[in-house]
């Protein structure tokens, strides 16, 4: 097990607690959507920081960051170890391939 991987238990638990017992519980309770724009938000954050170089801020908004990824996921039943897997494929593959190997649309 990972640090990410409890994180991912956690959130799994909330799924099913009170909303108004966890921040958690209240995000995954406003739907799929909400998750979604709650990532891109702190997506939007971290990315802020890191145009200012700004290392702590950067650290401590790639926390959220992670963090809200894995609501997200959670809020689609997408697991963790799904999204781990996907980069399991691409490990050894240049960026250029992989790009070239995706269908287009």
């Known amino acids: 097990m990972t640090l990410l991987h409890d ?3 956690i959130i799994q638990d909330r799924k099913t607690a009170d909303p108004s017992s966890s921040w958690t519980a209240k995000l ?3 739907g799929p959507e909400k998750c979604a724009e709650k990532f891109g938000e702190e997506a ?3 990315i802020i920081e890191a145009v200012k170089g700004d290392r702590a801020k950067l ?3 790639g926390a959220d960051a992670l963090y ?3 609501v997200m996921l959670a809020a689609r039943d ?4 799904d999204v781990l897997a996907e980069l399991a494929k691409r490990q050894g593959q240049s960026g250029l391939e ?4 995706r269908p287009k649309g």
């Open 44 to 46: 939007i954050e971290a």
């Open 78 to 81: 997408v697991p963790l170890d």
């Open 98 to 101: 992989e790009k070239a190997s």
């Open 68 to 70: 809200h990824f894995l």
């Open 28 to 30: 995954l309770a406003k």
């Open 7 to 9: 994180l991912e238990a």
């Open 59 to 61: 650290a401590s908004e």
